[in-house]
């Protein structure tokens, strides 16, 4: 048995077909943009016992690199939730061991970069952890050219100060870009802002590259978000984070 013809003649049959063609584009071409993806940063730190103690660690010191990547660092002075995916050890003139670690995730997948460093480089670091509602920490790693790393957890306003990245300015944007409607509050997603030699604008997620005195970083938007009061939860006041790391 042959497939009956559209109804019609031959003209208005082109025309049904045309038709049909478009509406299934417009309905298949209408589907909403994917939610920006808010991440996570996890910055932990190792070194010498004594340097422990009180709410907030400030560490700032130069040294070798003596090994990357290395097998089970012992992250005693600010832990990570998990094993580091990256870390640097460097040591100190003073003969003193410390070993930076670092995860970058976005829903459970590793999006941790590896910072340009090699073994006998010599760097300096910059790590401070404050505690806040909790404990947020950040770092940098620089050496004679200029900034190697810049990392923020950024949560509760984020624990680096802005003379630790001289010619970087990051913050969140404006514009409400998302919001999630949860059983506790609702969590507006905002966009990152990078100013440096130029200025770069990315929902969370998102990695392009950035000028910075004259050299070319990755800028990595890993989360920027607000949540507050709500009506099944105890949280009172506006908290969130803009978290984000920017290396070379």
Known sequence: MGVANPPGTPHQQVEYTMLFS????????????????NGNIDACLGGPSAAAGGE????????????????SPDMNLVGCAEAPSHTIEIT?????????????????????????VAEGDVIDLTFREKLVWGTVAGFTLANEEGLIAAV?????GGALNVDDTPGLE?????????????DCMPIETFSVIFSADTELELDPDNIETLELDGATYSAFAV???????????????????TAWAVYR
């Open 22 to 37: 478009i509406l299934l584009i417009a309905l298949t071409g209408c589907s909403e943009e994917p939610a920006p993806t």
């Open 56 to 71: 907030d660690l400030e560490v700032e010191i130069s040294g070798t690199v003596t090994a990357i990547d290395g097998e």
């Open 92 to 116: 100190d003139e003073a003969g003193d061991v410390w070993t930076v670690g670092l995860n970058i995730t976005t829903e459970d997948t590793d999006r941790t970069p590896t910072f340009a």
């Open 152 to 156: 923020e957890q950024g949560t509760w």
């Open 170 to 182: 990051v913050s969140g944007g404006s514009d409400v870009i998302n919001t999630e409607d949860t």
């Open 223 to 241: 989360a920027s978000y607000d949540y507050g009061s709500g009506t099944n939860c105890q949280v009172s006041d506006s908290t969130g984070a």
